[in-house]
């Protein structure tokens, strides 16, 4: 099941799409970078939940240095 982790405010921004036919279905990966304050209790193996889409966390990158933001690298697939 989910558990709820945190509520934050994000810049969430699409990076790149791509699209593959695979057994007849057309799968479609999109690619989000989402800024947020630090918080260290955010993992890789949690999702972002925005106006009902999922983001998969797939890599976290500190910004400055200075445990002040974060870029998280999201994946949504569609199907």
Known sequence: GWEF?????ASIRPAS?????????LQVSITHTVLIRYNPIIKVSDVVE??????DIQTI???????????????????
């Open 17 to 25: 799409e791509r699209a593959v036919a695979f057994a007849n279905q």
């Open 50 to 55: 925005h106006d009902g889409r999922r983001l």
């Open 61 to 79: 990158r500190e910004m400055d240095g200075e445990k002040r933001y974060m870029q998280l690298m999201c994946l949504e697939e569609i199907r």
């Open 5 to 9: 982790v945190c509520d934050t405010w």
